[in-house]
Protein backbone atom coordinates (compact mmCIF):
# COMPACT_ATOMS: atom_id res chain seq x y z
CA UNK A 1 0.00 0.00 0.00
CA UNK A 2 1.22 3.59 -1.12
CA UNK A 3 2.37 5.66 1.48
CA UNK A 4 0.48 8.84 1.05
CA UNK A 5 1.59 12.20 1.94
CA UNK A 6 -0.92 14.40 3.95
CA UNK A 7 -1.29 17.75 5.60
CA UNK A 8 -3.81 19.58 8.08
CA UNK A 9 -4.72 23.21 7.38
CA UNK A 10 -6.63 23.86 10.33
CA UNK A 11 -8.14 27.65 11.16
CA UNK A 12 -8.86 29.17 14.28
CA UNK A 13 -11.87 30.84 15.66
CA UNK A 14 -10.25 34.35 17.38
CA UNK A 15 -12.48 35.86 20.27
CA UNK A 16 -10.34 39.15 21.50
CA UNK A 17 -11.49 41.16 24.37
CA UNK A 18 -13.90 44.56 22.87
CA UNK A 19 -13.74 43.96 19.59
CA UNK A 20 -16.42 43.26 16.78
CA UNK A 21 -16.05 41.42 13.43
CA UNK A 22 -15.34 44.26 11.28
CA UNK A 23 -11.61 44.21 13.37
CA UNK A 24 -11.29 40.35 12.56
CA UNK A 25 -8.67 40.43 9.86
CA UNK A 26 -6.49 43.13 11.41
CA UNK A 27 -6.64 41.21 14.81
CA UNK A 28 -6.18 37.69 13.05
CA UNK A 29 -2.95 39.48 10.93
CA UNK A 30 -1.75 40.99 14.07
CA UNK A 31 -1.44 37.39 16.16
CA UNK A 32 -0.16 35.51 13.11
CA UNK A 33 2.98 38.15 13.10
CA UNK A 34 3.58 38.22 16.90
CA UNK A 35 4.43 34.30 16.57
CA UNK A 36 7.45 34.76 19.02
CA UNK A 37 9.46 31.47 17.41
CA UNK A 38 12.22 31.21 15.10
CA UNK A 39 10.48 31.93 11.42
CA UNK A 40 10.90 32.67 7.79
CA UNK A 41 8.54 35.39 6.65
CA UNK A 42 6.49 35.05 3.56
CA UNK A 43 5.30 32.95 0.99
CA UNK A 44 5.36 31.61 -2.70
CA UNK A 45 2.48 32.14 -4.19
CA UNK A 46 3.04 31.34 -7.82
CA UNK A 47 2.11 27.69 -8.10
CA UNK A 48 -1.57 28.47 -6.12
CA UNK A 49 -4.42 28.10 -8.50
CA UNK A 50 -7.74 28.46 -6.12
CA UNK A 51 -9.99 28.71 -9.40
CA UNK A 52 -9.13 25.77 -10.90
CA UNK A 53 -11.49 22.79 -11.32
CA UNK A 54 -10.57 19.03 -11.26
CA UNK A 55 -13.29 18.58 -13.98
CA UNK A 56 -11.04 20.60 -16.56
CA UNK A 57 -12.20 24.07 -16.39
CA UNK A 58 -11.17 27.16 -14.52
CA UNK A 59 -14.07 29.54 -12.24
CA UNK A 60 -14.11 33.34 -13.51
CA UNK A 61 -14.58 33.65 -9.61
CA UNK A 62 -15.24 32.24 -6.26
CA UNK A 63 -18.01 33.02 -4.16
CA UNK A 64 -17.78 34.94 -0.97
CA UNK A 65 -20.13 34.97 1.85
CA UNK A 66 -22.87 37.99 1.71
CA UNK A 67 -22.56 38.68 5.66
CA UNK A 68 -18.77 38.26 5.71
CA UNK A 69 -18.52 40.43 2.40
CA UNK A 70 -20.57 43.47 4.86
CA UNK A 71 -17.99 43.61 7.08
CA UNK A 72 -14.88 44.35 4.52
CA UNK A 73 -16.61 46.95 2.30
CA UNK A 74 -15.44 49.92 1.74
CA UNK A 75 -11.77 48.22 3.30
CA UNK A 76 -8.37 47.83 2.39
CA UNK A 77 -5.93 45.71 3.65
CA UNK A 78 -3.30 46.08 1.38
CA UNK A 79 -1.15 43.63 -0.26
CA UNK A 80 -2.23 39.80 -0.39
CA UNK A 81 0.98 38.85 1.35
CA UNK A 82 0.89 41.56 3.85
CA UNK A 83 -3.03 40.68 4.77
CA UNK A 84 -1.84 36.50 5.09
CA UNK A 85 0.94 37.73 7.23
CA UNK A 86 3.18 34.22 6.25
CA UNK A 87 5.41 32.53 9.08
CA UNK A 88 7.18 29.22 7.73
CA UNK A 89 7.87 27.27 10.74
CA UNK A 90 10.71 25.04 11.14
CA UNK A 91 8.65 22.17 11.39
CA UNK A 92 8.23 23.03 7.54
CA UNK A 93 4.75 24.33 8.49
CA UNK A 94 2.99 27.70 7.41
CA UNK A 95 1.14 30.14 10.07
CA UNK A 96 -0.40 32.95 8.47
CA UNK A 97 -4.19 34.65 8.13
CA UNK A 98 -6.73 33.31 6.35
CA UNK A 99 -9.98 35.75 6.14
CA UNK A 100 -9.76 37.08 9.90
CA UNK A 101 -8.58 33.28 11.11
CA UNK A 102 -5.45 32.41 12.39
CA UNK A 103 -4.40 29.10 10.39
CA UNK A 104 -1.83 26.69 10.85
CA UNK A 105 -1.17 24.19 8.17
CA UNK A 106 0.87 21.26 9.07
CA UNK A 107 4.10 19.96 7.67
CA UNK A 108 3.31 16.87 5.24
CA UNK A 109 3.08 13.71 6.81
CA UNK A 110 2.71 10.17 5.37
CA UNK A 111 2.15 8.70 8.88
CA UNK A 112 -1.34 9.47 10.44
CA UNK A 113 -0.15 9.50 14.07
CA UNK A 114 2.75 11.85 13.34
CA UNK A 115 0.04 13.70 11.47
CA UNK A 116 -1.84 13.75 14.49
CA UNK A 117 0.98 15.53 16.59
CA UNK A 118 1.46 17.89 14.42
CA UNK A 119 -1.99 19.12 13.97
CA UNK A 120 -1.68 19.16 18.11
CA UNK A 121 1.52 21.42 17.82
CA UNK A 122 -0.31 23.92 16.23
CA UNK A 123 -2.09 24.90 19.12
CA UNK A 124 0.89 25.11 21.03
CA UNK A 125 1.92 27.81 18.02
CA UNK A 126 -1.13 29.58 18.79
CA UNK A 127 -0.82 29.60 22.21
CA UNK A 128 2.66 31.08 21.71
CA UNK A 129 1.58 33.87 19.77
CA UNK A 130 -1.55 34.64 21.54
CA UNK A 131 0.47 35.05 24.43
CA UNK A 132 2.36 37.75 22.98
CA UNK A 133 -0.82 39.39 21.30
CA UNK A 134 -2.80 39.49 24.36
CA UNK A 135 0.47 41.03 26.20
CA UNK A 136 0.90 43.30 24.00
CA UNK A 137 -2.70 44.71 23.50
CA UNK A 138 -3.54 44.25 27.05
CA UNK A 139 -6.58 42.52 26.37
CA UNK A 140 -7.79 39.09 26.89
CA UNK A 141 -7.46 36.93 23.46
CA UNK A 142 -9.14 33.25 23.31
CA UNK A 143 -8.70 31.02 20.51
CA UNK A 144 -10.50 27.74 19.47
CA UNK A 145 -9.96 24.88 17.35
CA UNK A 146 -13.70 24.77 15.93
CA UNK A 147 -15.41 25.47 13.23
CA UNK A 148 -18.40 27.57 14.12
CA UNK A 149 -19.02 30.83 15.62
CA UNK A 150 -22.76 29.95 15.99
CA UNK A 151 -23.99 32.70 14.41
CA UNK A 152 -23.83 31.50 10.95
CA UNK A 153 -19.68 31.34 10.29
CA UNK A 154 -18.03 28.53 9.61
CA UNK A 155 -14.29 28.30 9.11
CA UNK A 156 -12.72 24.82 8.05
CA UNK A 157 -10.52 22.53 8.65
CA UNK A 158 -9.02 21.07 5.76
CA UNK A 159 -7.07 18.03 4.27
CA UNK A 160 -4.94 17.50 2.22
CA UNK A 161 -3.56 13.91 -0.05
CA UNK A 162 -1.68 13.73 -2.78
CA UNK A 163 -3.20 11.42 -5.46
CA UNK A 164 -1.77 10.55 -8.96
CA UNK A 165 -3.21 12.63 -11.69
CA UNK A 166 -3.96 8.98 -13.50
CA UNK A 167 -7.04 8.24 -10.93
CA UNK A 168 -8.94 10.82 -12.59
CA UNK A 169 -11.89 13.02 -11.44
CA UNK A 170 -15.04 10.42 -11.76
CA UNK A 171 -12.81 7.79 -10.32
CA UNK A 172 -11.48 9.56 -7.47
CA UNK A 173 -14.88 11.31 -6.66
CA UNK A 174 -17.43 7.93 -6.99
CA UNK A 175 -14.41 6.06 -4.65
CA UNK A 176 -13.92 8.45 -1.68
CA UNK A 177 -17.27 11.17 -1.13
CA UNK A 178 -18.82 7.75 0.86
CA UNK A 179 -16.33 8.20 3.22
CA UNK A 180 -16.43 11.99 3.28
CA UNK A 181 -20.36 11.43 4.09
CA UNK A 182 -20.13 8.61 6.76
CA UNK A 183 -16.81 9.36 8.40
CA UNK A 184 -18.63 12.03 11.01
CA UNK A 185 -19.80 8.98 12.62
CA UNK A 186 -16.40 8.11 14.16
CA UNK A 187 -14.98 11.34 13.53
CA UNK A 188 -17.21 14.50 13.99
CA UNK A 189 -16.37 17.00 16.65
CA UNK A 190 -20.13 17.43 17.77
CA UNK A 191 -22.19 20.63 17.67
CA UNK A 192 -25.31 21.95 20.28
CA UNK A 193 -28.02 22.86 17.81
CA UNK A 194 -28.81 23.87 13.75
CA UNK A 195 -27.96 27.24 12.06
CA UNK A 196 -30.18 25.85 9.47
CA UNK A 197 -34.05 25.78 9.14
CA UNK A 198 -33.55 21.94 10.07
CA UNK A 199 -33.90 21.85 14.33
CA UNK A 200 -31.41 19.33 16.20
CA UNK A 201 -30.73 19.44 19.50
CA UNK A 202 -27.32 18.30 18.75
CA UNK A 203 -25.27 17.21 15.71
CA UNK A 204 -22.70 14.93 15.00
CA UNK A 205 -20.67 17.13 12.71
CA UNK A 206 -20.17 21.25 13.24
CA UNK A 207 -19.50 21.88 8.76
CA UNK A 208 -23.03 19.56 8.17
CA UNK A 209 -25.26 22.65 8.52
CA UNK A 210 -22.63 24.80 6.10
CA UNK A 211 -22.98 21.60 3.37
CA UNK A 212 -24.95 22.98 0.47
CA UNK A 213 -23.46 21.27 -2.51
CA UNK A 214 -21.80 17.92 -3.53
CA UNK A 215 -19.07 19.00 -5.58
CA UNK A 216 -17.45 22.17 -6.56
CA UNK A 217 -14.14 24.04 -6.32
CA UNK A 218 -15.51 27.02 -3.85
CA UNK A 219 -14.78 27.00 -0.13
CA UNK A 220 -16.17 29.96 1.24
CA UNK A 221 -19.32 29.50 0.03
CA UNK A 222 -21.65 27.46 -1.24
CA UNK A 223 -19.40 24.99 0.41
CA UNK A 224 -19.78 21.32 -1.07
CA UNK A 225 -18.93 17.70 -0.02
CA UNK A 226 -16.08 17.13 -2.42
CA UNK A 227 -13.93 20.34 -3.07
CA UNK A 228 -12.90 19.64 -6.31
CA UNK A 229 -9.79 22.87 -6.45
CA UNK A 230 -6.80 21.72 -8.64
CA UNK A 231 -4.30 23.09 -6.57
CA UNK A 232 -1.66 19.82 -6.40
CA UNK A 233 1.19 21.50 -4.15
CA UNK A 234 3.35 19.76 -6.79
CA UNK A 235 3.62 18.91 -10.62
CA UNK A 236 0.21 19.05 -11.62
CA UNK A 237 0.96 16.86 -14.86
CA UNK A 238 1.55 13.68 -12.21
CA UNK A 239 -0.43 14.66 -9.13
CA UNK A 240 -3.90 15.47 -7.65
CA UNK A 241 -4.09 17.11 -4.10
CA UNK A 242 -7.22 15.92 -2.86
CA UNK A 243 -8.52 19.14 -1.03
CA UNK A 244 -10.88 17.69 2.01
CA UNK A 245 -13.11 20.59 3.26
CA UNK A 246 -16.15 19.12 4.88
CA UNK A 247 -14.22 17.55 7.94
CA UNK A 248 -14.47 18.92 11.77
CA UNK A 249 -11.59 19.90 13.59
CA UNK A 250 -10.67 17.36 15.92
CA UNK A 251 -9.32 17.71 19.57
CA UNK A 252 -8.73 13.86 20.17
CA UNK A 253 -5.37 13.45 18.64
CA UNK A 254 -6.92 9.73 17.88
CA UNK A 255 -9.63 10.85 16.25
CA UNK A 256 -7.89 12.86 13.90
CA UNK A 257 -5.18 10.11 12.69
CA UNK A 258 -8.85 8.26 12.21
CA UNK A 259 -10.24 10.95 10.48
CA UNK A 260 -6.73 10.72 8.30
CA UNK A 261 -6.70 7.12 7.91
CA UNK A 262 -10.43 6.96 6.51
CA UNK A 263 -9.70 9.05 3.47
CA UNK A 264 -6.34 7.11 3.00
CA UNK A 265 -8.24 3.43 2.87
CA UNK A 266 -10.74 5.42 0.65
CA UNK A 267 -7.84 6.45 -1.73
CA UNK A 268 -5.86 3.11 -1.52
CA UNK A 269 -9.12 1.33 -2.55
CA UNK A 270 -9.24 3.74 -5.51
CA UNK A 271 -5.83 3.74 -6.97
CA UNK A 272 -6.30 -0.21 -7.18
CA UNK A 273 -9.78 0.01 -8.93
CA UNK A 274 -11.31 -1.81 -5.68
CA UNK A 275 -13.11 0.92 -3.89
CA UNK A 276 -16.68 -0.19 -3.35
CA UNK A 277 -19.35 2.24 -4.84
CA UNK A 278 -22.37 3.82 -3.70
CA UNK A 279 -24.83 5.70 -5.38
CA UNK A 280 -26.42 8.15 -2.43
CA UNK A 281 -30.42 9.63 -3.35
CA UNK A 282 -29.07 12.88 -2.17
CA UNK A 283 -25.27 13.29 -0.82
CA UNK A 284 -25.83 17.05 0.96
CA UNK A 285 -28.99 15.22 2.73
CA UNK A 286 -27.59 12.17 3.67
CA UNK A 287 -24.39 14.14 5.61
CA UNK A 288 -26.76 16.33 6.91
CA UNK A 289 -29.53 13.36 8.26
CA UNK A 290 -26.23 11.43 9.79
CA UNK A 291 -25.34 14.27 11.91
CA UNK A 292 -28.52 15.15 13.25
CA UNK A 293 -29.53 11.57 13.86
CA UNK A 294 -29.85 10.94 17.91
CA UNK A 295 -30.91 7.25 16.94
CA UNK A 296 -27.71 6.21 16.00
CA UNK A 297 -29.17 4.23 12.91
CA UNK A 298 -27.40 6.36 10.68
CA UNK A 299 -29.51 5.60 7.52
CA UNK A 300 -28.41 6.47 4.23
CA UNK A 301 -31.18 6.61 1.00
CA UNK A 302 -29.53 5.49 -1.67
CA UNK A 303 -30.73 5.58 -5.50
CA UNK A 304 -33.49 3.26 -6.71
CA UNK A 305 -35.74 3.46 -3.41
CA UNK A 306 -33.11 1.86 -1.61
CA UNK A 307 -31.18 2.56 1.66
CA UNK A 308 -28.39 1.10 3.81
CA UNK A 309 -26.50 2.71 6.99
CA UNK A 310 -23.70 4.30 7.71
CA UNK A 311 -21.75 1.50 9.44
CA UNK A 312 -22.37 -0.90 6.84
CA UNK A 313 -20.49 1.89 4.31
CA UNK A 314 -17.70 1.94 6.59
CA UNK A 315 -17.62 -1.58 6.79
CA UNK A 316 -17.52 -2.08 2.85
CA UNK A 317 -14.78 -0.10 3.01
CA UNK A 318 -12.90 -1.74 5.65
CA UNK A 319 -13.72 -5.47 3.94
CA UNK A 320 -12.39 -4.06 0.64
CA UNK A 321 -8.86 -3.02 2.29
CA UNK A 322 -8.38 -6.30 3.89
CA UNK A 323 -9.29 -8.33 0.72
CA UNK A 324 -7.50 -6.04 -1.62
CA UNK A 325 -4.47 -3.74 0.22
CA UNK A 326 -1.39 -4.69 1.81
CA UNK A 327 -2.52 -2.86 5.00
CA UNK A 328 0.52 -1.38 7.23
CA UNK A 329 0.17 -1.32 11.00
CA UNK A 330 -1.35 2.20 10.71
CA UNK A 331 -4.53 1.25 8.58
CA UNK A 332 -4.56 -2.23 10.60
CA UNK A 333 -5.02 -0.12 13.57
CA UNK A 334 -7.93 2.07 11.00
CA UNK A 335 -9.89 -0.80 10.25
CA UNK A 336 -9.86 -2.75 13.76
CA UNK A 337 -10.35 0.93 16.28
CA UNK A 338 -13.04 1.63 13.58
CA UNK A 339 -14.88 -1.40 14.50
CA UNK A 340 -14.47 -1.47 17.80
CA UNK A 341 -15.92 1.85 18.36
CA UNK A 342 -19.53 0.77 15.68
CA UNK A 343 -19.38 -2.11 18.15
CA UNK A 344 -19.10 0.05 21.47
CA UNK A 345 -21.32 3.19 20.10
CA UNK A 346 -24.24 1.32 21.07
CA UNK A 347 -22.55 -1.79 23.38
CA UNK A 348 -20.29 0.53 25.59
CA UNK A 349 -20.80 4.15 25.27
CA UNK A 350 -18.69 5.09 28.04
CA UNK A 351 -15.56 3.47 26.10
CA UNK A 352 -16.90 5.16 22.47
CA UNK A 353 -16.61 8.99 23.86
CA UNK A 354 -13.15 7.86 25.07
CA UNK A 355 -11.98 8.58 21.29
CA UNK A 356 -14.91 10.49 19.76
CA UNK A 357 -15.59 13.85 20.28
CA UNK A 358 -18.96 14.64 19.17
CA UNK A 359 -19.46 11.68 21.80
CA UNK A 360 -17.22 13.18 24.71
CA UNK A 361 -18.58 16.30 24.38
CA UNK A 362 -22.26 15.34 24.45
CA UNK A 363 -22.00 13.15 27.54
CA UNK A 364 -20.60 16.17 29.10
CA UNK A 365 -23.57 18.45 28.30
CA UNK A 366 -26.20 15.56 29.21
CA UNK A 367 -24.65 15.20 32.14
CA UNK A 368 -25.00 19.18 32.90
CA UNK A 369 -28.73 18.52 31.89
CA UNK A 370 -29.58 16.11 33.73
CA UNK A 371 -27.62 17.88 37.13
CA UNK A 372 -28.64 20.87 36.97
CA UNK A 373 -32.45 20.18 35.53
CA UNK A 374 -32.45 22.14 32.16
CA UNK A 375 -33.07 20.78 28.20
CA UNK A 376 -31.63 21.16 25.23
CA UNK A 377 -32.43 24.77 25.01
CA UNK A 378 -30.33 26.32 27.52
CA UNK A 379 -28.14 28.45 26.07
CA UNK A 380 -25.07 27.71 28.39
CA UNK A 381 -25.06 24.65 26.47
CA UNK A 382 -23.38 26.76 23.21
CA UNK A 383 -21.09 28.03 25.56
CA UNK A 384 -19.82 25.20 27.28
CA UNK A 385 -19.51 23.59 23.16
CA UNK A 386 -17.43 26.31 22.52
CA UNK A 387 -15.02 25.87 25.60
CA UNK A 388 -14.81 22.10 24.94
CA UNK A 389 -12.22 23.96 22.05
CA UNK A 390 -10.58 26.44 23.91
CA UNK A 391 -6.87 25.84 23.32
CA UNK A 392 -5.71 27.17 26.41
CA UNK A 393 -5.28 23.69 28.60
CA UNK A 394 -6.29 25.54 31.88
CA UNK A 395 -9.32 26.99 30.51
CA UNK A 396 -10.56 23.83 27.48
CA UNK A 397 -12.97 21.56 28.80
CA UNK A 398 -11.43 19.12 26.25
CA UNK A 399 -8.46 19.11 28.69
CA UNK A 400 -10.55 19.04 31.80
CA UNK A 401 -12.01 15.33 30.69
CA UNK A 402 -8.90 14.53 30.00
CA UNK A 403 -7.62 15.19 33.37
CA UNK A 404 -10.57 13.24 34.86
CA UNK A 405 -10.17 9.84 32.37
CA UNK A 406 -12.98 10.76 30.45
CA UNK A 407 -11.26 11.16 27.53
CA UNK A 408 -8.10 9.59 25.54
CA UNK A 409 -4.85 11.79 26.37
CA UNK A 410 -2.90 12.88 23.40
CA UNK A 411 0.99 13.72 23.48
CA UNK A 412 2.70 15.51 26.43
CA UNK A 413 3.81 19.15 25.98
CA UNK A 414 7.15 18.04 25.61
CA UNK A 415 6.48 15.96 22.16
CA UNK A 416 4.25 18.70 21.10
CA UNK A 417 7.60 21.33 21.27
CA UNK A 418 9.54 18.64 19.58
CA UNK A 419 7.02 18.73 16.84
CA UNK A 420 7.56 22.58 16.24
CA UNK A 421 11.24 21.60 16.22
CA UNK A 422 11.10 19.09 12.86
CA UNK A 423 9.42 16.27 11.30
CA UNK A 424 10.72 12.76 12.29
CA UNK A 425 9.55 11.30 8.31
CA UNK A 426 12.00 11.96 5.85
CA UNK A 427 9.06 13.89 3.78
CA UNK A 428 9.79 17.20 1.73
CA UNK A 429 8.76 18.81 4.94
CA UNK A 430 11.52 17.60 6.43
CA UNK A 431 13.50 19.59 3.61
CA UNK A 432 11.94 22.60 3.72
CA UNK A 433 11.55 22.76 7.69
CA UNK A 434 16.07 22.28 7.47
CA UNK A 435 15.96 25.37 5.38
CA UNK A 436 14.73 27.44 7.34
CA UNK A 437 16.53 26.44 10.17
CA UNK A 438 19.89 26.33 8.48
CA UNK A 439 19.66 28.46 5.18
CA UNK A 440 17.31 31.07 6.08
CA UNK A 441 19.09 33.87 4.99
CA UNK A 442 19.89 32.23 1.72
CA UNK A 443 16.32 31.74 0.81
CA UNK A 444 13.76 34.10 -1.21
CA UNK A 445 10.88 31.68 -1.63
CA UNK A 446 9.19 29.14 0.10
CA UNK A 447 6.15 27.08 -1.00
CA UNK A 448 4.86 23.49 -0.20
CA UNK A 449 6.60 23.15 -3.70
CA UNK A 450 9.62 24.30 -4.25
CA UNK A 451 12.35 26.51 -2.07
CA UNK A 452 13.97 29.16 -3.75
CA UNK A 453 17.76 30.57 -2.98
CA UNK A 454 20.06 33.29 -3.96
CA UNK A 455 23.28 32.04 -5.18
CA UNK A 456 25.62 34.64 -6.78
CA UNK A 457 23.26 37.31 -6.59
CA UNK A 458 20.76 34.94 -8.68
CA UNK A 459 17.49 32.98 -7.83
CA UNK A 460 17.86 29.01 -7.92
CA UNK A 461 15.32 27.10 -7.57
CA UNK A 462 14.32 23.29 -6.53
CA UNK A 463 11.61 21.17 -6.57
CA UNK A 464 10.50 19.26 -3.56
CA UNK A 465 9.65 15.77 -5.15
CA UNK A 466 6.31 14.89 -2.80
CA UNK A 467 6.82 11.28 -2.97
CA UNK A 468 10.80 11.60 -2.29
CA UNK A 469 12.57 10.30 0.71
CA UNK A 470 14.97 13.11 2.40
CA UNK A 471 17.60 11.57 4.40
CA UNK A 472 18.99 12.74 7.36
CA UNK A 473 22.43 13.56 5.92
CA UNK A 474 20.69 16.65 3.94
CA UNK A 475 21.48 18.24 7.68
CA UNK A 476 25.22 17.57 7.18
CA UNK A 477 25.37 20.64 4.45
CA UNK A 478 27.69 23.31 5.64
CA UNK A 479 26.85 25.50 2.67
CA UNK A 480 23.63 26.26 0.41
CA UNK A 481 25.31 25.00 -2.64
CA UNK A 482 25.78 21.33 -0.90
CA UNK A 483 22.32 21.97 0.27
CA UNK A 484 20.94 21.91 -3.09
CA UNK A 485 22.85 19.54 -4.97
CA UNK A 486 21.83 16.92 -2.18
CA UNK A 487 17.83 18.14 -2.89
CA UNK A 488 18.29 17.56 -6.45
CA UNK A 489 19.45 14.07 -6.23
CA UNK A 490 16.36 13.24 -4.04
CA UNK A 491 14.80 9.90 -5.45
Excluded at 333 to 353: M, P, Y
Aim: proline share 4%.
Amino acid sequence: MRKILAGIETEYGLLVEGRGAEEQVDDAMALVRDYPGECLVGWDYRYESPRADLRGFRLASLAFDPEDAKFDAGRSYGKAEDIRSDRVLPNGARFYNDHGHPEYATPECRSIFELANHDCAGQIAIQRALKVFSEREGIEVRAYKNNTDFHGASYGTHEGYLVPRSVGFDRLYNSVMPMMVVRQVLVGAGKVGSETSRSADFQLSQRADHISEKANAETLYRRPIFNTRDEPHSDGQDWIRLHVICGDANMIPAATARKVGLIKLALALCEMGQAPIWQFQDPVRAFQDISRDQSYQFRVELERSSWTTAPEILESYFSAGERFLELDEEMKWVISSSRELLEDLHGNFARFKRQVDWAAKRAMLADFIESEGTSWADPQLKSFDLEYHNVDPDESLHAALVQMGEVEAGPNSTELLACLEGVNEPTRAYARGLAIRKFRKDLIGVCWRTLTFRVDGAPVEVDLKPNGEYPPQLSQANDVGTFISMLRGVQ
